[in-house]
Structures are given as C-alpha cells and as structure tokens.
T-cell receptor
C-alpha cells in the first residue's frame, strides 16, 4: 500500500470547520483514500472513503485533489467529541488487504 | 450492524500468567480477523491476521509462540498472551473483515492489558 503523510497535531475551535490534510503522492490508480479516527482508549472508527470524486456523509466530507496526490478531511462543525487521532490510509477498496496505520493527526477541539 | 466486541475490556494480571482476549463479530460472519497492539501515544501496530480454520499469519517481529491466536468459528477469534511480562502491557485491538460487506473492516473497542 502507498504511504501517507499527515501533520502530527492540529487544533480547532468548537463549531468551526476542521480541515485535516493528507499527502499520498504514490497512490496507485486502484487505491482509495480511507479515513478512520480513534477516540482515546477506543477502537478505530470508519469515517469515509473515496477514489477521486469528493464524498460527503453524515460525519464528514472528503476532498481529493485532481491528481489524487493529496486529500482533505473536513469536519464541518467540530465538537469537543471530535477530539481524536485521525488516520488517513490508502488501500485497494473491497480487497482483503490488511490496514496499515500511520502516525495520524491528533486533533484537539477546544471550547 | 457490523458490530465487533472484545472481552474483557481490561485485565490486570501477574507476570508469568497467561491472558486470553476474545474478539467477536456480533452480527456478521468474519472469515478474517486482525489483531493490533497499541502502546501509549503510538499508532496501531498490526500483529497478526487470523483466518477461520487455519493458522494465523504473524507480522515480522511478532512471536507466534508468545501470542497464540485461534479462530475457531466465523464469529470468534482469541488472542492468548502467554507468560505475560510487564512489557506486554498494552492496548490490544481486533478488527473483523466482513466478507459480505465489501471486505470492510470493523474494529472492536479494545482490551487494556496491564501486567504487574
């Protein structure tokens, strides 16, 4: 799987949008971008994934650049409960590939 | 749907004892489950891939005789930490791959192991 690069940490004010970047410059054509988050002392939680088009669900939006070398996860109105470590992973969708986690971004939402 | 449970959620044991952690897929069948270990403020590290009815595949550097994995049914995998030592203290997380659900993985809540 291609590797990803994320900032170590970010802060965001409650109610504001949190924009979490991820670089995946060596992504292959059949690899999707997945985002998970891990709240302290819990298992990871799936957020969203996409191939090349922007995606939105009830949790977040995913913006993927046209060259697919980077993406941004957007939490439109961050709350204190969104404080977590966010992991960006690239993998072939629907495959049996194991998930390899990088270091992720520790997002701190403050009041 | 797609819920994965782990038991126990936390355990404290004495050095030299063995500890068993269960991972169950509650509402789907999982032919493959994965076991991760996570140290404080570190990322998840994949330990092994557990396949129903066959031997587990261990990642490089993980002792298979130390971390025994059994995947006896389509909904249950167990990880046994044998002769646990304080350095085995960690957060252990499992995930289950839902074959009928586009191979997506769903994670359990984790088990906190503390070895005294």
């Amino acid at each position: 799987d291609a590797k990803t690069t994320q900032p170590t940490s970010m802060d965001c004010a409650e109610g504001r949008a949190a924009n979490l970047p991820c670089n995946h410059s060596t992504i292959s054509g059949n690899e999707y971008v997945y985002w998970y988050r891990q709240i302290h002392s819990q298992g990871p939680q799936y957020i969203i994934h996409g191939l090349k088009n922007n995606e939105t669900n009830e949790m977040a939006s995913l913006i993927i650049t046209e060259d697919r070398k980077s993406s941004t996860l957007i939490l439109p109105h961050a709350t204190l409960r969104d404080t977590a470590v966010y992991y960006c992973i690239v993998r072939v969708a629907f495959s049996a590939d194991k998930l390899i986690f990088g270091t992720g971004t520790r997002l701190q939402v403050f009041p | 749907g797609a819920v994965v449970s782990q038991h126990p959620s936390w355990v404290i044991c004495k050095s030299g004892t063995s500890v068993k952690i269960e991972c169950r897929s509650l509402d789907f069948q999982a032919t493959t489950m994965f076991w991760y270990r996570q140290f404080p403020k570190k990322s998840l590290m994949l330990m092994a891939t557990s396949n129903e009815g066959s031997k587990a595949t261990y990642e490089q550097g993980v002792e298979k005789d130390k971390f025994l994995i059994n995947h006896a049914s389509l909904t249950l995998s167990t990880l046994t930490v044998t002769s646990a030592h304080p350095e085995d203290s960690s957060f252990y997380i499992c995930s289950a791959r839902w074959l009928a659900g586009n191979n997506e993985q769903f994670f359990g809540p984790g088990t906190r192991l503390t070895v005294l």
